[in-house]
Structure formats: C-alpha cells, structure tokens
C-alpha cells in the first residue's frame, strides 16, 4: 500500500509541476528521462532503491499523461482562438440566466474537437433551454486560458477550454432523453423545491449548504461578507464535510450494515453528480468509498494511500485540475488533518489536566484541533489564491458546525417530506430555517471583530505570515512542554502581528499620498489616500458579484483604512459602481457623491441608495461645479452635462494630493471631453485615468495634449469591445505617456512624494 502511496504522489507532484513550472514542449523530455533514471536504478539490486524507481516511473507517467491531455484539449483550443465558426454543439446544464445575457456550458461536436465550452448569449436566446438539447449557430471562439490579458487557468481545471460568443441566431432542436442530464435535472428540482418550501431569508443559504451552489450568496451581500470574512465559506462548496454529513445521515437510518454501505455508496455518487462533480467532491466521494467499502473487503482502509491514490485519479481525469483551488483546498485540508490533526489534538487535551472538564470539553477542543489542523495546510494556499485569511475560522467552526450538520442534514429532509406531504416539508423547513439564521447572525457576529481578516495586498502580512509559520516549526521540534509550544508562538505571533498592523497603519498615514488603480476587471476603482484621508473614485467591476467591492475593500483594510470619506461615483454603470454594496459592508464610507438626476441603466441607484441609508452615508448630488477638501486631498467635481446618456453625464473628477493632480473622466465621449476643456482650462497633471477603459471614442486628442500628463493608466480587463483600441494607445504614446494597463501590470499604485 505505501508503494501505491508513493507511485500516487510522485504522479502528482508531476502533474503539478506540469502545471505550475516546466514548459509544455519540454515535458516528454523530461519524461523520457525520468523513466531511464527509472529504469537505470531497476540494475541496482539494492531494496531501499525500489521507492524511488517506482517514484521515477510514475513521474514519468504524469509528465507523459499531461503532455497528451493537452494535445488533445488545450492546444486544439489555442488552435481556435480568434476564429468565427459555425458550431453544432450539445447544452450540458441550464443556462445561466443574467440581465442582458445567457451562459451555457456546451459540448462541441461536428467536425471541431468535442471540446467542453462556455458560450455567452447576448440575446437571451437560451433563456428556457433544458440540458441535452441541440445547437447550431455561428460563434467566435476564444481559448478559456488567455482571459483578462493574462494566463487564466480556472475553466480549464473544470475541463473548459473555449469560450464562445454567438454572433448569429440559435437554432434549437431536441436532443432526446439522456442520462448524462439526470444530475442537472435533479439539481435544477432541488433547488425549485428548496425556494419554494424555505423562507426567503433562509433559502438562498440552504442552496448553498445542499447543492454548493454558492451564487446564491451573492444576492445577499452581507451574509456572504459575513462567512467569507469568519472563515466559513466553505460551508458553500461541496467537501468531505458534506459527505460525511450524508453518510451519517444514511447510516443512521439505515444501520451499519454491508448492504447499507453500498448503498450509501451508490447515494454518494449520485450526490455528487447531482452537485457538478467538482473536485473537492469527487475527491470526498473517493474518501467515503474507500472507508466504507475497507469493511466490507475486510481490509483496513489506510487513509494516506486512499487520499494520495484519489488525488492521482483525479488528476488523470484531467490534469489541468492541478491548478483548481478548490481541489487544493479539499485535499490540502484532508491532508492537513492526517499529519497534524492527532498531535494537535493530543496537544491540546495536554492542556486539560481533569478528565472531567476534558470530556465536556471533547466537542470544542476537537473541533479546534481539525480547524487548526486544516489551517496548517490551507493558509498558505488561501493567501495566495484570494490574497486574505481568517484568523477566527477556529472559532467559527466550533460555533456553528453542529448547525451546518443540521441544515444539510434537515435541509434534504424537508425537500423529502415535502415530496410527500407540502405542508410537512414546508413546517420542517421553518425548523431548520432557525440553524441557518444562527449561523449568519454567529458570521457576523465573528467577522465583526477587529483583525478578523488579515489582507495580504500588504508586503507585511506576508513576512508575518512567514514568521509564524518558522516559530511553529521551532516549537515541534523544541523539546519543550505542550503549554510552551502552543502559546509561545501564539504569543511571538500576536505581537509581531501587532507591530505589523501599527507600522502599515503609521506608514501610510504618514508617509507620501498614494493613488491606486486597482485591477477589478473591466471596470474602475481608484484610492486616493494622504494621511488619514480616503477617497474612492468609482467602485465597479467587469465581474459579478461585486467583486470590485470586495477588492477595493481589502486593498484599504491592508492599508490600515476602515474609513472612506469620500465615494464619488462618476456615473451609475455596473463597470463603475456595481461594488459600492460591497464596499459599504466593509468599510464606512461618510459621503457618497452622484451626479444630479443620474441615469440609472443597470438598476444600480435603488440599492446603493438603500445600502448607504443602512449604512448611515451621507448622498451628494453634484448640480454644480464643487471643490471639497479631505486634509491634504482636494477634489474638484465637475458638474455633468445636462443631457445626454449616462456616459455624457458623467461627473469628471480632479483630485490633488499637494501639487500632484489626477484626472478622471469617466466614460465620457469625446464630444464632452472637448467642451469639458473648452469651459474648464487645466494646468497641467500627473497623471490621467484613460476615459471609457481605453475606448477609441474618448481619450480624444484634444483632451490628451491639454493635460499634458506624463502618466495614463488603463483600467481594463477582459472584454469584447477591443478595449483598449490601438487608436487610443497611439495618441498617448505620440504625446509622451508612460502607460499602464490594469489587465496587463494588475493594480497601478503610485506614490505621490
């Protein structure tokens, strides 16, 4: 079993370093080598040389696997990209249905490579379309791996590598029952009847929990704040703890019999399909079979084999899952609580000299042991990846799984008696509907605390994350007392966090002004900061969600900045304010400026008029031309025009940090920029925010040569509007711009001393 165990990692550490490190052309080589070192060491006669044969080997085999998995997707992908071609292709799921636009995830067929693709419908022809069902239209591709300007490798660890455009009308025709289609037809009817018999409140979070549907979440802004922010998110994505949550839900109505245990098999993977077969679920599904089947083979189920094999099969269905976060979490945490669960518990229990106070403390202290132990493994990896952690999931944990096990467990059991009796199902739900308001309020109540969250947008935070993790090492291999080696680095740790949060605090309250161009898509966000003064100018993305919000809040967060005093939205489009819910949840923010009698196209102005009322903002409506003054920040806001769509009358902001001067002109045309610098001559400034993301249709060249900055930055990201167009780049190149692009340099902070 440990040479299986070695073989799986090997191949997986392959695949990984497939992924993340050696050139795709260079991998056969190095394949081919790695299997005669193999094959050389199989001459030694020596017994202790057998692991690394069977490691050489089996890296061989991973290299070799990725090689021809992505001959066979990616690069016939990249092949496509840019090519407007007529598709026959197969709708694996619903579509996604949002304002203005459908996506499906399809399957190519005909003549191109039958691919898995992601197509976007700007027509809302798909609206109603049913999994299974056949398409045919013409559309563009490109490569899901290049989004955004920059090497993307999200859709291609789901198996998606292409994304399709329709540029013409859908033609829909039945594709005929399939049982490929069961799973979304199965989700599809458990969330239906989830809606119907949960209130509402409750609803949208008991999807989450069920079906890991976590865009639930997103409609309600605080509660998915509140869980990312308690380290508690996880609740919404399909893991080995929902699994477990299944099989002793089965077990204890079933028994614990071998008959029982196949079929909670059987009911695993049929949970696991219905919920998208993610890898962190597949990965659970692998775990519970195998220690449920070990009985009934009469074998001993060896839990670091089992999860090094599973993850080598996953990755053998498809390698490019290596680079999926969700897989990294699941089995880093399965890995974290193997290695370090039972001395961390043992440590722990160490503490708690009386056997009495340590039964009744048998809940809590396992409950922080497996946290911790899930920590030790899956910091790192959430730092990387979302650029944050909570330091209270801990405690989260201990509060409130007992509720998630009641909410998954009630959750399937209400939609089952609502099956056989409504107002049985519906009278359930309400009971269970208590567990899921706990655990928001518990969320809440623990994202509340000061510090919960350390943003790693902070150079600091991540040498103090460097720091703990050497003086943890320290103390497990110091000879010392259990109480020594747990609050010792607590203590170390504690006050170098201190001293990290202080001098980030000091610095940028007291050192040189600083603009930040924050990366949030096809969208603008910019912080302006000078001592103990914020602005934000603008807070919207090109993503869902409100992503810009939630970005534009951690940047400040790692500044040491709680407080806004400003907002200025320059116009209400979701690219410019589609984060100011989020931002507001975050942060307080005191003013918000609008324009007078805005356009409100997206729906925007109702819920960020709601949000800042909760909130306590106070809203500014700009008619006038109007200078205000935070320390040494100045603003000088220009009245829109008094006609016109919502890009003409956008507010044109100046904002001066000391003699350093920032123009930002919205989306506004190039007929406005020119009347803008007709009634409103400019000395010269710094620096200049590109109009409209770069459009050819702003940026004109007379507002480019009477700036006279030296300095354009870009906000942009992924779009279909060829933003930024040549046109625009050439002017500011002519008239002696250093340009920076969102999409291309990521975040643009400049230092105004």
Wanted: contains cysteine; aromatic residues 10%.
């Amino acid at each position: 079993m440990r040479r299986l165990a070695t073989g799986a990692i090997a191949f997986s550490a392959a695949v990984f370093a497939a992924n993340y490190i050696l050139p795709l052309g260079s991998l056969l080589i190095c394949a081919a080598v790695m299997a005669a070192l193999g094959a050389l060491l199989l001459l030694s006669r020596r017994r202790w040389l057998r692991g690394v044969e069977i490691a050489m080997f089996a890296a061989a085999l991973g290299l070799t696997v990725f090689a021809l998995h992505a001959r066979r997707t990616a690069i016939p992908a990249r092949e496509l990209d840019g090519q407007t071609v007529t598709i026959d292709a197969t709708l694996l799921d619903y579509p996604d249905v949002y304002s203005g636009y459908c996506r499906a995830e399809i399957r190519l067929g005909g003549e191109l490579p039958h691919l898995k693709a992601l197509l976007y419908d700007n027509k809302m022809q798909l609206a109603g379309a049913e999994p299974g069902q056949k398409l045919t239209l013409t559309a563009r591709l490109r490569a899901a791996d290049t989004r955004y300007g920059k090497d993307y490798d999200y859709y291609n660890a789901k198996g998606i590598y292409l994304t399709a455009s329709s540029k013409s009308d859908i033609v829909l025709t039945d594709g005929g029952f399939s049982f490929s289609t069961l799973p979304a037809r199965a989700r599809r009817g458990v969330a239906a009847l989830t809606k119907a018999i949960f209130p509402a409140d409750t609803s949208g979070f008991m999807r989450s929990v069920m079906l890991g549907d976590k865009s639930t979440l997103y409609d309600n802004t605080a509660l998915y704040l509140a869980l990312s922010r308690s380290g508690f998110m996880h609740v919404a994505a399909v893991s080995g703890m929902h699994v477990s949550f299944l099989v002793g839900f089965l077990q204890y109505i079933l028994g614990r019999t071998r008959r029982s245990s196949l079929l909670c098999i059987a009911l695993i993977w049929c949970f696991v399909a219905m919920t998208g077969a993610g890898p962190s679920a597949v990965r659970a599904g692998f775990m519970q079979s195998m220690l449920l089947i070990a009985p009934v083979l009469r074998r001993e189920n060896d839990p670091a084999t089992s999860l090094s094999t599973v993850l080598a099969l996953v990755l053998l269905q498809n390698p490019h899952a290596a680079a999926s976060v969700s897989l990294q979490l699941s089995f880093g945490a399965m890995a974290g609580i193997l290695c370090f669960g039972g001395r961390i518990s043992a440590l722990m229990s160490s503490l708690v000299r009386s056997d009495r106070v340590r039964r009744v403390l048998r809940y809590p202290l396992g409950a922080a042991s497996v946290s911790l132990a899930v920590m030790v493994v899956t910091v790192p990896i959430t730092a990387i990846h979302f650029g944050s952690i909570s330091v209270l999931s801990p405690l989260m944990n201990i509060a409130a799984l007992w509720a998630v096990s009641l909410c998954f467990c009630g959750g399937f059991a209400s939609c089952a008696l609502a099956l056989i009796w409504r107002p049985l199902g519906v009278w359930a739900a309400w009971l269970v509907s208590w567990a899921a308001r706990y655990i928001a309020a518990a969320a809440k109540l623990v994202s509340s605390v000061p510090f919960a969250v350390l943003y790693f947008d902070n150079e600091m935070a991540v040498w103090w994350l460097v720091l703990t993790y050497a003086l943890v090492l320290v103390a497990v291999f110091t000879r010392a007392g259990a109480a020594y080696k747990l609050f010792c680095p607590a203590a170390f740790s504690a006050a170098a966090l201190a001293v990290m949060l202080v001098s980030a605090k000091f610095y940028y309250s007291h050192g040189p002004g600083t603009i930040a161009v924050l990366d949030v898509g096809q969208g603008q966000s910019i912080a302006v900061m000078s001592g103990d003064s914020t602005v934000m100018i603008d807070c919207g993305g090109g993503a869902k969600q409100q992503r810009a919000g939630e970005t534009a809040g951690a940047y400040l967060l790692s500044r040491g900045r709680d407080r806004i005093d400003a907002l200025v939205l320059t116009h209400l489009h979701s690219d410019h304010a589609n984060g100011v819910q989020m931002l507001m949840e975050m942060v307080d923010v005191d003013t918000l400026y609008l324009p007078i009698e805005p356009n409100d196209d997206d729906g925007l102005l109702e819920p960020i008029l709601t949000s800042a009322a909760a909130h306590g903002t106070t809203v500014v409506y700009i008619s006038a031309d109007t200078g205000v003054d935070f320390g040494n920040i100045n603003l000088t806001l220009y009245a829109p025009a008094e006609a016109g769509d919502a890009n003409e009358r956008c507010i044109m902001c100046l904002a001066s940090i000391g003699d350093y001067d920032m123009l930002v002109t919205g989306d506004a045309p190039a007929a406005a920029e020119r009347e803008f610098i007709t009634a409103h001559p400019l000395h010269d400034a710094e620096l200049f925010i590109a109009g409209h993301h770069g459009s050819k249709y702003s940026n004109s060249v007379e507002l480019i040569e009477s700036i006279g900055a030296h300095t354009a930055v870009i906000s942009v990201g992924y779009n279909s509007y060829g933003h930024p167009t040549q046109q625009t780049l050439e002017r500011l190149s002519y008239f002696g711009y250093n340009i920076y692009r969102t999409d291309l340099n990521g975040s643009v902070e400049i230092r105004t001393g």
